[in-house]
């Protein structure tokens, strides 16, 4: 359900920014990205750390975004959330040799830990040039391009990095989950 919400924020930023602007669009996303946090916090009774602390950067990009005129703060959201998701995903592997990835699928994926590790490390290579990528693209290309790139580019590439990553995996699963994939 979370993703759900999470593509309803860049669904919604879409929209009103075709509809109306950048500013426009961008208040509406700060707005449904609150609205999450506060349906998560009555669903759960707590605030879950990764919709809160995506919900700070949007609110202080979003803020400086509105409150200077100035769409560069919002543009540089994409950069900073898929660089601390590459930094968090690194660190977590390099240095406290925990993978985030196998984290996430390990109950349903019986893999080895240097495999996990791989992934893990591909995952940070992935967000971290995403994040180098929406700074081309912002700083290159018109905003109605970046607006769009922001959407279709990005969710096209991460559907892709996916895809290709379970590719890599499918030869490494064991017999009985080959089986079950059928």
Do not use: C, R
Request: glycine residues 6%; without cysteine; aromatic residues 18%.
């Amino acid at each position: 359900m979370a993703n759900i919400f999470e593509f309803l924020h860049i669904g919604v930023f879409f929209v009103v920014y075709k509809m109306v602007d950048i500013y426009w669009a961008t208040a509406a996303l700060i707005g449904t990205t609150g609205l999450h946090l506060i349906y998560e916090w009555i669903k759960q009774k707590s605030m879950p750390k990764k919709q809160m602390s995506l919900f700070l950067i949007v609110l202080i990009m979003g803020g400086l975004t509105l409150y200077f005129q100035d769409d560069a703060f919002i543009k540089w959201k994409v950069t900073v959330v898929n660089g601390l998701f590459a930094v968090g995903i690194f660190i977590s592997q390099a240095v406290f040799k925990v993978s985030p990835m196998e984290s996430l699928l390990g109950k349903e994926l019986a893999l080895p830990k240097a495999l996990w590790a791989k992934i893990s490390y591909a995952w940070a290579g992935f967000f971290a040039a995403i994040a180098v990528l929406n700074l081309y693209v912002a700083y290159n290309f018109s905003q109605d391009f970046w607006v769009n790139f922001k959407l279709f580019g990005l969710m096209g590439l991460t559907f892709a990095f996916t895809i290709a990553t379970i590719a890599y995996i499918y030869p490494h699963l064991p017999k009985e989950n080959k089986e079950d994939n059928q």
